[in-house]
């Protein structure tokens, strides 16, 4: 027969040398582990050695069995990524619509443009808002997703700046433009982002949540927009700059912890001393790295008594 399978879930099948995967097994056991790992995480698992996979696989084996009962609302949302997930959806609407809609009132009753040029600046507005669907998914594979939100906030920036600098038709343009791109890579990044690693049922829990805050929040920039240009286009660009920054910083943040949990998954030393998911914390590590200890001191005993069982059946 065929040597066992590396990776996640790859099955052994009869005799022959065994693939150094976490699951070298097949049958629940193997389907326990690899249906709560979302792709990021497998990743991280086949980054181990033979004696790390073993933790490895105690740890999800453990969290799994934990997590048998419906998690609350409360629950989903406690990791950090779930958290900025929402706050850049919401803020993609808020200023996407705190903009949009005050471009066309300043450009018709503070500039003089009329309503034919208007609506030019508004239909481009809308085709970069959805045009880039075609091929956003590609750059979602290719950046992933927190570049992809990154990228998003950066052409927010662009519109800002480019709004900043002069009142000329090619302004309002370049400005909305670069603004309907940054709401497609933000809104599509943080919705992507936010079911990563969770069940149907529960990401039908989570999107409802959302919309609640996109909506709000969409409905908010579109009231706001119509006071805030009543004072002056540039009081309304002001007014988008904090929370542009404030969810740039999150992202940023975001991408300094998962830069961190690589650096876990790529030293073994580190890893040994502490293996986290980086997704959630159940107020159980006590309990967690005591069993993945165990674990630890565990499989070396494991793969002697297996060494010493080969030598004499081969005696």
Not at 42 to 69: C, K, N
Not at 85 to 93: L, T
Not at 184 to 200: A, C, K, Y
């Amino acid at each position: 027969g065929g040597g066992g399978g590396g990776g996640v879930g790859g099955g052994g099948g009869g005799g022959g040398g065994g693939g150094g995967g976490v699951v070298a097994e097949s049958g629940p056991r193997a389907a326990s582990v690899s249906s709560i790992l979302n792709d990021d995480q497998i990743r991280e698992v086949e980054a181990y050695g033979d004696d790390d996979a073993s933790l490895y696989h105690h740890r999800y084996h453990h969290h799994h069995h934990h997590h048998d009962r419906r998690r609350t609302i409360c629950e989903l949302f406690r990791p950090y990524r779930m958290r900025v997930a929402v706050v850049s959806a919401s803020s993609a609407m808020f200023v996407m619509l705190i903009i949009m809609g005050a471009t066309s009132l300043a450009m018709n009753r503070q500039y003089g443009y009329g309503l034919t040029t208007v609506s030019l600046v508004i239909q481009l507005h809308v085709c970069a808002m959805f045009i880039p669907c075609f091929f956003t998914g590609e750059i979602l594979a290719f950046l992933g997703k927190v570049n992809t939100m990154v990228l998003g906030c950066l052409f927010f920036v662009i519109s800002v700046l480019s709004g900043f600098t002069g009142a000329k038709i090619s302004n309002f343009l370049f400005s909305l433009i670069a603004l309907g791109m940054g709401w497609n890579f933000l809104f599509i990044g943080s919705t992507r982002l936010l079911v990563e690693g969770l069940t149907h049922d529960e990401q039908s829990r989570v999107e409802g949540v959302n919309e609640v805050f996109v909506q709000g929040f969409g409905a908010a920039g579109a009231l706001a927009s119509g006071f805030l240009v009543a004072q002056s286009w540039h009081t309304v660009l002001f007014c988008a700059i904090p929370i542009i920054v404030v969810n740039l910083g999150m992202l940023i943040a975001l991408k300094i912890q998962r830069c961190g949990q690589t650096l876990m998954v790529d030293i073994p030393e580190l890893a040994g001393a502490r293996i986290t998911d980086g997704e959630e914390d159940d107020g159980d590590d006590d309990h967690e790295d005591a069993d993945a200890a165990d674990a630890a001191a565990a499989a070396p005993t494991a793969r002697e008594s297996k060494t010493s069982s080969h030598s004499d059946s081969h005696s």
